[in-house]
């Protein structure tokens, strides 16, 4: 079965970079020809397409989000890592990592699994 978990700190304050990992258990970031994301959802508000790599390493990114962000991996972890730096108070939201079978995920049916997600708030 396959399972993806996010990790990282819960709390981060302004300016800082705020940085998550996924760990996939039941599929594998390097073989899977998927599309390995990051979504999030501020309070209030509907999801936002994030970023994306894929199996060879090419990764994608939000324009909105692009100068702040950063999805690399660790295949001998089976992981990946989102970095976004500079974070404000609205960069406060749920994160999710997922298995999209898309570049942009808009909407939970383009991703056939999630994590659970992480809130993050950003706050001094």
């Known amino acids: 079965q396959v399972q993806l978990q996010e990790s990282g700190p819960g709390l981060v304050k302004p300016s800082q970079t705020l940085s998550l990992t996924c760990t996939v258990s039941g599929a594998s970031i390097t073989t899977d020809y998927y599309y390995w994301s990051w979504i999030r959802q501020p309070p209030g508000k509907g999801l936002e397409w994030m970023g994306a790599i894929t199996n060879s390493g090419s990764t994608y990114y939000s324009p909105s989000l692009k100068s702040r962000t950063s999805i690399s991996r660790d295949t001998s972890k089976n992981q990946f890592t989102l970095q976004l730096s500079s974070v404000t108070p609205e960069d406060t939201a749920v994160y999710y990592c997922?298995?999209?079978?898309?570049?942009?995920?808009?909407?939970?049916?383009?991703?056939?699994?999630w994590g659970q997600g992480t809130q993050v708030t950003v706050s001094s």
């Open positions: 997922a298995r999209a079978y898309t570049i942009v995920v808009r909407s939970t049916r383009e991703a056939d699994y």
